[in-house]
Antibody, heavy 120, light 107 residues
Framework: QVHLVQSGADVKNPGASVKVSCKAS????????IHWVRQAPGQGLEWMGI????????SYAQRFQGRVTMTSDTSASTVYMELSSLRSEDTAVYYC?????????????WGQGTLVTVSS | DIQMTQSPSSLSASVGDRVTITCRAS??????LAWYQQKPGKAPELLIF???TLQLGVPSRFSGGGSGTEFTLTISSLQPEDVATYYC?????????FGQGTKVEIK
């Protein structure tokens, strides 16, 4: 049974960085890409980027380029999303989601979400 | 980048009504489109992929159609448990952009 378990809620000051983790279980970690999606309060879903946990190759949405870093630790079956230079507009629930495999890139499994609050 | 536009942004319908949501891509994306359902306070769930293929376990009252630039999600008989926000997402090359969402409520 596939599970994606994310780290707990976090509060950060403006200008700080946050690192959210997503621990995978129930499947071969290196065989499926992980996406990060965020949702500001009362707003829609926003795709942030994708990581191949096997080779740690990444692709980021243009608006996050230079501020986001996605990494993976295969020994821990965990991917991480770090967002820097936080501002109030980054207050959101951050989700990790797994696709269905090569040539099947729809998001079949989602983590429970991590609320990141940016406030002074 | 390709933009995804959903309509309407919200709708209210009676139990048993047929409901249709439209998603338009600013450029052709073949059938590389998924639909997700998000209930309040929950993570999204996959409903449909490849524009028209129902995910396992999704009730058959949901259906998807379209190709190229125009897509639809139809609920053939709206049920109380369908109250949610629905999102389309493109997944061909480039950013995997979501539509802005359609909130479905019961009248």
């Amino acid at each position: 049974q596939v599970h994606l378990v994310q780290s707990g809620a976090d509060v950060k000051n403006p200008g700080a960085s946050v690192k959210v983790s997503c621990k995978a279980s129930g499947y071969t970690f290196t065989n499926y890409y992980i996406h990060w999606v965020r949702q500001a309060p009362g707003q829609g879903l926003e795709w942030m980027g994708i990581i191949n946990p096997s080779g740690a190759t990444t692709s980021y949405a243009q608006r996050f380029q230079g501020r986001v870093t996605m990494t993976s630790d295969t020994s821990a079956s965990t991917v991480y999303m770090e967002l820097s230079s936080l501002r109030s507009e980054d207050t959101a629930v951050y989700y990790c989601a797994r696709d269905q495999g090569l040539a099947q890139p729809w998001l079949s499994y989602w983590g429970q979400g991590t609320l990141v609050t940016v406030s002074s | 980048d390709i933009q995804m536009t959903q309509s309407p942004s919200s709708l209210s319908a009676s139990v048993g009504d047929r409901v249709t949501i439209t998603c338009r891509a600013s450029q052709g994306i073949s059938n590389y489109l998924a639909w997700y359902q998000q209930k309040p306070g929950k993570a999204p769930e996959l409903l449909i992929f490849a524009a028209s293929t129902l995910q396992l376990g999704v009730p058959s009252r949901f259906s998807g159609g379209g190709s190229g630039t125009e897509f639809t999600l139809t609920i053939s008989s709206l049920q109380p448990e369908d109250v949610a926000t629905y999102y389309c997402q493109k997944y061909n090359s480039g950013p995997r952009t979501f539509g802005q969402g359609t909130k479905v409520e019961i009248k």
